[in-house]
Structures are given as C-alpha cells and as structure tokens.
C-alpha cells in the first residue's frame, strides 16, 4: 500500500465514528441576532463542509454538517443601525451602565456559554478540524480569558474609585468606551481569538457588530441567545454573508468608532480606507506573521527541535504565532535536518476525535492545492523535501514537509504559508537571519536556540527592536494571556492581552472642578446619593 493509501485510509466510514464524537443532526442555522431578536432567515445560505471526509464511490468527500445565513448588505446595515442606537451617543442603557452591572451582565453569559460547552466543543472540532483535545483547549480557556477580563476591569476600577487634587483641581478619571465596534475574528481560533476582543470591546461599554469567520461560523451559534439574554437590545449584532458584500457599507457609513480584525494586512488596509473619518477610526488589528527560529551553534539541537516541530506544527502550523520559517547555523544543519525528520515521522496524523493527534485535516478546501504550489516552486530555485513522505496529500490531510535549502527566491522565503510546511535556512553568519527580520514586512516575534549567554545577550538587544516578543529557547506563542500580544510592521496595531485589550476599547475620560467650598458640596452630594455611575467612590470587590 502506498503512503498515499495509507492517508486515505485515516478516513474512515461515519458508522465507525465513535457515538460520543459524532455530531449528530446536522446544524442548518435559519436565525441570526439583531436588535436583540433572534431573527428569521429565509433567505440564501452558505453551506459548511467539515475538513473531515467520508469514503464514497467517487473518493473521499468532505462531509456537510450545516448551513448558515448568507445575509445582505441590507441585514448588516440593520445590525448597524441597531449598534449606534444601542449607544446612543454615550447615552445609552449599556455605555452609561455602573461597570459593575456590565460585570454582572458577562458573568451571567459566561454561565450561559458554559451550558453549552460540549455543543460548542463538537462544533470547533468538525468545523476547522481542530482535534478533541485543542477544541476543549480552546473553549476553557476562552472563559478562563473572560474571568481573567472581569478581575482585570475590577482592578483597573478600583484604582479609579478615588479623587486626585493637584494645584486646586480635583478630579476623577475612569476609563469609558468608544462606540460601536466592528469585530471580525479568525477561522484558526474562532471562538478564543474572537472572543479576545469582544469580550474586552463589550465589558467596556461598547457595542458590538460580531461578524463570525468564515470558516468557524456555527461554533457561534448555540451562544447567540445566550448574547440576547444577557445584554440590553442593539449592544451584540450579529452580521453574516459575503465580506464583500456586508462590510464596506458598514465602514463607509463612518459610524464604526472601533475595527477589531484578526486576520490580513491587505483586508485591513482595504477596510481602513473604506472609512471616510480614518483619523477617528481607532483599529485593534492582529495580522500577517512570519516568526523565524534562530538556531545557532551553541544549541541544544534535541530541544531546540521539539521546540520547533511544535512552534511549527501545533494545529498544523495554522496559527499566526507559528514559526513559519527556521534559520539554522550551516555547521549544525546536517544533524539538524536528521533530528527534525526523526522527530516528525513520530507524529500522529489522523481524525480530530483520535487521542493524541498531532495532524488532522486542513480546514481550507484551497490550502493542500497551495502548499503543494509552495513545495514545487521551492523545488524549482533548487529545494528539496528531505523528510520521508513529506508533503504527501490525501484529500485534505497533508504530510508534514521539511523543505531545505530554503532561499530568498522561494516563496517559502516570504509568505506565510499557514500550514505543515517547514522551510529551512542554512546561514554561516548572525547577520543573515538579523537582516532577514529587517527586511520582512512582519514582525511579531523570533524564538533563539542557543546556551550561550553572551550570543543571546547579542541577539535579544537587535531583534527587541524587530520584533514585539523575544523568546528564548521556546517556541512562539500568545500566552499567557496577562502578557502584551502585538506586533510591528505589517504584524499588528494595537495590543492585546488581559488589561490591554480593556485599555484599547475604551479612553480615559476625566471629570474635574475647582477646588471650593461649593464644588466640594456638589461632588459629596453626587457621590454620596449615588446620583451618578462615572462620579462614584464604590469600590468592587
């Protein structure tokens, strides 16, 4: 049998699924959330496909497991209307609500969301083909994420919940929101990624339109009413359908005050233009990446290698903190290239459901046709797959390939391929990987192999210059989530992370008087009545 055969023999007939993974009836989503009704869809829909196949007479054949709205400019522009009523110029019931009432409100959907943890869990697994055990990753930590917000915001409040007096100005700052955010998420994360800006845009006092990912749409939909329930009318808008149908009229209205995009440089360079006030428009943006691996002499080669294959091939290399491309000292590279195959001929490709999987099915319909394009053009400028069985197909499921030499004429050498391809760089000097980070367009983050202190020492003061995070003898990654996330160049605008995601959705504002006899009348009043929600000493606990 052919490795080939061997592939399409991992997918196997429905019947054999075990029960407890099975999705059962498939989800066709006729409803969608706007104005805070969960209204009738009639119209088009998209149909979903699972990456995961099923044996037929005409080969393997990716499964149907839903279908979603395919709404119109029309429905999205309802969802906007319903948004910027909803704020009210600041006015509204949500922007104007004591932060901890809007505490209260997301505890309560957190409660929500966690009733329907195995749906969601189920969804994120058949949808992008994430396997069982990343799937529960995801969903726990994503309400981790929620919960690690709220005592953020009690933090953050609690040091507003005083007056300050400095040359006969007494005053009190908080942080209050912005308007109406636009949120569009990633397929590779869909429900943690998205939720890393939502939740933060929502807590704040802004009002969200929620566009869900192409690929990941239904994960979203058992937690839509949970969103209806738990938040006053217009505050959490659902928009589906086309991009390109559904969101330049949204961004030409000017009335989006936040875009909050994870995703590419081109879409969000597009969608800023679109905005006729661009200085107004403040962007929360994760983007392209292109995170390289250093590794230099002084290596420890065993560990540095089960860095990468991990920093490389967790989710099949489909994360925007993967290591998309690795540099290694020519003198080393031989016994590099031996332990990196080594290495991944012990993975474990299969279904998402299997226990302990390492590869599964690609999400994209597009991506094997891709990554074979990369392979065969880096072959083309002198490369070679040096690994058994690497880029092996079967619908799609693709082998992992370690490509070498990689060089500046590949596309390897610049795109971000978003999948199991590891392109490797021989280098004689520092300089060369240095100089490739000056020259990339991205710059999130770089991993460096070495036990050599001074040879770390030289590397972290460039690349702290190149890049938003360093990391030593580790592979790239987000976490944890109390740490700063961003990136430079074409990478990302913005920061995210437990309190920055809350200092990015919302600005200080500050209410200040003279210091007299009267004024201090007023303001002991206002406090002491409970008169207002911004002006208040309370103190959360």
Not at 68 to 73: A, H, K
Request: hydrophobic share 40%.
């Amino acid at each position: 049998m052919s490795f080939e055969d061997q592939l399409k023999s991992l997918f196997i007939e429905e019947s054999q699924i075990p029960q407890e993974f099975q999705l059962g009836e498939e989800v066709h989503q006729r409803e969608y959330l706007s104005n805070g009704e969960m209204k009738k869809w009639d119209g088009p829909v998209s149909e979903v496909y699972s990456p995961v196949c099923f044996p037929g007479p005409d080969g393997l054949k990716r499964k149907l497991i839903g279908s979603y709205p395919l709404g119109t400019e029309k429905e999205a522009m309802e969802a906007l209307d319903a948004a910027t009523a909803a704020y009210d110029n600041g006015r509204g019931e949500w922007p104007t609500l004591s932060v901890a009432d809007r505490i209260a409100c997301v505890e309560q959907f957190t409660f929500k969301m966690l009733e329907q943890r195995d749906k969601v869990i189920k969804l994120i697994m058949w949808e992008i083909g994430k396997s069982i055990a990343d799937s529960t990753k995801e969903f726990d930590r994503t309400v981790e994420y929620i919960n690690l917000t709220i005592d953020a915001l009690k933090d953050i409040d609690r040091q507003s919940s005083r007056f300050e007096i400095e040359q006969g100005i007494v005053a009190q700052s908080r942080r209050s929101p912005l308007g109406v955010v636009l949120c569009m998420g990633p397929f590779n994360y869909p429900l943690n990624e998205t939720f890393t800006t939502l939740i933060p845009a929502l807590i704040m006092g802004n009002t969200i339109l929620f566009k869900p990912p192409k690929h990941g749409t239904l994960v979203h939909y058992p937690l839509l009413e949970a969103f209806r329930d738990c938040f006053p009318k217009g505050v959490v808008n659902t928009v589906y359908g086309r991009g390109a149908n559904t969101v330049p009229g949204l961004m030409q209205s000017g009335k989006i005050n936040v875009l909050t995009l994870i995703g590419s440089s081109k879409v969000a360079n597009e969608l800023k233009k679109m905005h006729p006030k661009v200085n107004r428009l403040r962007a929360i943006l994760s983007l392209d990446a292109k995170n390289a691996a250093i590794v230099t002499k002084s290596a420890d080669l065993q560990m540095a290698v089960t860095e990468i294959v991990l920093g490389s091939l967790s989710f099949n290399g489909q994360r925007c903190t993967a290591l998309k491309i690795t540099f290694v000292h020519k003198d080393i590279v031989d016994e590099f290239l031996e332990l990196l195959s080594a290495e991944i001929s012990k993975l474990k490709l299969g279904m998402p459901w299997l226990k302990g999987v390492n590869i599964t099915p690609l999400a994209e319909p597009q991506k094997p046709e891709y990554l074979k394009e990369c392979i065969e053009d880096a072959q083309a400028h002198g490369g070679k797959v040096i690994n058994d069985h690497g880029g092996a197909t079967a619908a799609s499921l693709v082998f992992p390939a370690i490509v070498y030499p990689v060089n500046s004429q590949m596309k390897l050498y610049r795109e971000e391929q978003f999948g199991p391809i590891i392109p490797v760089v021989p280098y004689e000097s520092i300089e060369e990987p240095i100089q490739y980070q000056i020259d990339s367009v991205h710059g999130q983050q770089v991993s460096i192999f070495s036990n050599d202190a001074k040879e770390i020492s030289a590397l972290i003061d460039p690349f702290v210059n190149l890049v938003s995070r360093v990391n030593i003898n580790s592979q790239c990654q987000r976490g944890p989530d109390v740490f700063p996330f961003t990136g430079r160049k074409d990478s990302a605008e913005g920061t995210l992370s437990v309190v920055d995601a809350l200092r990015s959705f919302s600005i200080r504002s500050l209410v200040a008087t003279k210091l007299n006899e009267t004024n201090k009348q007023l303001l002991n009043e206002i406090v002491n009545n409970h008169d207002s929600n911004f002006l208040s000493t309370k103190y959360i606990f």
